[in-house]
């Protein structure tokens, strides 16, 4: 059966010929590939009756390059810069899952040195903080107020400037490696990251000012967008767009790993399920992520390995097993199933993004009665990453 | 007007001896593995998926599908379907496995248990070619819009013959296989003498 003849058979009137009746009133419109509110490269084919949306659908493929496929030919070392693109946004967490998943089946894990653990923890938590700075500021720009973004972007590159610094790479990494990181800390980057937080502490009254006590805001985003909190286990939401429900439930506490259990944070919740909630919990996140990253550079040591003694990467082979391995990204539970066959390469791999399910079966079940000018807003405050969606 | 949590103790995580049990009390012995604390694999026959799947959602905290996803075993003749279901309370996941003939290649849908499985069945369908009959979006295309050949992620899908043929090399360029170019430059050893 065709997408077109599937469509149709549900009542859908998928790009109707010439003769099919067509409610007159009802609009048919893409809303992406190509748009400046759509998250990426990702549509959403909705039917409009006015503004309001009567039903929709998501559709990805447009950024399909077969990583999973990818990774089934590759040595287990040629992986790395592969896993960094399935998030542009946020490349660390999958660097993680890749290194951890097959730490776990080799056994190699128990080596990975202490400084390596802090190391990768203090990774994970600036990929969150500037991910979620990205978000926050994006949740206002799709209502049209700039200033904003503007502000929580340049926070942003402030420290992309760090991940520089510590990796060379601004965006992509490829920093965390079997067993441990790639290369030490710099002389004096703590300082130089303590500098970032200083102007992301001074800002965030700022930003306080400029989106939550925003009545244009306020009135766009408090009552919009509620996701019912009976689809929390129904469909398996995670991340900021769950704990909006007011359900604590955070991988970094529930399933503790790296670091996290010696560093004290809470997790923040909010009341409501709108864009409102869900971007005053990642506010208060931005909060903890801060004070997550200074704890961690006071309690890091600082002498030691930062890497464990490899197995020669072009001969190492894996025995059989699977796996998988789960981390807080800022979006959600982020996941890799990860099965080895004991050859010298991952037998398969399957990435679960948060946005698999947000995207697709939580957006389209909220589209209807939605109104058309929400959508960007829905769409960022879901979080969807449609790199995540196709890999 | 918004409720910070403060961090609690996680539970005791001795949940995966207690499930495994319950479910060999109900369902007769099973194969299991620990992988981790929190993690329990159990694989269980192709006709006892939708009663234990049933079953850990309507009686037990198992309440959240997070994952499914299949792997092509093609020296064996199978292919193996892997659900990761999660008690949130218990912080503790489940993978249950089954097998499936390759050639049939036919297992029963969960979408009516967990809404998002059909995203997760309309990817293996569209990738491994296994149907999900009842299942509301089984043949439509997810990614592959308009792909005529076997479904990709099968093991004997080879990539560098569908590359060749639907990318062939336009005549008169140049070659740029890093083997050709440097045995060009650095003669036919690879390396300079």
């Known amino acids: 059966m065709s997408r077109t003849e599937h469509l149709k058979s549900l009542g859908y009137d998928v790009m109707p010929n010439a003769g099919t009746e067509v409610d007159p009133r009802e609009v048919q419109l893409w809303f992406g590939p190509q748009h400046p509110g759509i998250t990426g490269n990702m549509s959403v084919q909705v039917w409009l009756e006015g503004d309001t949306i009567k039903r929709g659908i998501t559709h990805v493929g447009y950024l399909h390059r077969g990583f999973e496929k990818l990774m089934e030919r590759r040595k287990f070392i040629q992986s790395f810069p592969v896993v960094c693109r399935i998030c542009v946004a946020e490349p660390d967490t999958n660097e993680y899952l890749l290194a951890q998943s097959l730490e776990e089946l080799s056994g190699m894990d128990k080596d990975v040195p202490e400084k390596a653990q802090w190391i990768r923890t203090l990774v994970m938590e600036m990929s969150r903080l500037q991910a979620t700075l990205m978000v926050l500021g994006g949740s206002v720009g799709t209502m049209g107020m700039g200033t904003a973004p503007n502000w929580t972007y340049t926070l942003r590159d402030f420290v992309l400037d760090s991940f520089e610094e510590l990796t060379g790479g601004r965006v992509y990494h490829m920093y965390t490696t079997y067993g441990g990181v790639r290369r030490d800390l710099p002389t004096g980057f703590a300082l130089r990251l303590e500098e970032t937080l200083k102007k992301i502490d001074e800002r965030l009254p700022y930003l306080d000012d400029l989106i939550f006590h925003n009545e244009v805001f306020r009135m766009r985003s408090i009552g919009v967008g509620v996701v019912p909190v009976e689809w929390a286990d129904e469909i398996g939401i995670t991340g900021p767009p769950l704990r909006a429900m007011g359900i604590a439930r955070d991988v970094r506490r529930d399933y503790p790993y790296l670091k996290y259990p010696e560093l004290d944070f809470k997790v923040c919740t909010g009341e409501g399920s709108d864009i409102y909630a869900r971007a005053w919990v990642r506010r208060q996140e931005i909060s903890e992520s801060v004070s997550i990253i200074r704890q961690i550079l006071e309690k890091m040591p600082h002498e030691g390995p930062y890497s464990a003694k490899l197995p020669n990467m072009l001969t190492w082979t894996i025995p059989r097993g699977s796996t998988y391995v789960r981390a807080e990204a800022s979006r959600g539970e982020m996941g890799y199933m990860m099965v080895t066959d004991g050859s010298d390469k991952i037998r398969r791999v399957h990435v679960r993004g948060p946005s698999y399910t947000n995207a697709i079966t939580v957006l389209e079940r909220m589209l209807p009665g939605t109104n058309i000018a929400d959508l960007s807003a829905l769409m960022v405050s879901l979080q969807t990453c449609p790199p995540e969606i196709e890999r | ?193």
């Open chain 2, 1 to 193: 007007m918004f409720e910070i949590n403060d961090k609690t103790n996680a539970p005791a995580r001795d949940h995966g001896t207690d499930i495994l049990v319950r479910l060999q009390a109900r369902f007769g012995a099973l194969e299991s593995h620990r992988q981790r604390q929190d993690l329990l694999r159990i694989e269980v026959g192709q006709d006892q998926l939708l009663p234990v799947l049933s079953w850990l959602k309507g009686d037990t905290p198992y309440v959240q599908l997070t994952h499914l996803t299949a792997v092509d075993w093609i020296e064996e003749d199978r292919f193996e379907l892997i659900y990761l279901v999660t008690a949130p309370a218990l912080f503790m996941t489940l993978m249950i496995s089954i097998s499936i003939d390759r050639v049939s290649a036919t297992a029963e849908s969960v979408f009516n248990l967990w809404l998002q499985a059909e995203t997760y069945e309309q990817e293996i369908n569209e990738m491994f070619g296994i149907d999900f009959p009842g299942s509301p979006r089984q043949g439509v295309p997810f990614i592959l819009e308009g792909w005529d050949d076997m479904p990709p992620m099968r093991r004997d899908f080879d990539t560098v013959e569908y590359c060749k043929r639907t990318h062939p090399e336009r005549p008169g360029r140049d070659h740029t296989d890093p083997r050709t170019y440097v045995g060009k430059k650095f003669g036919e050893k690879g390396y300079l003498t």
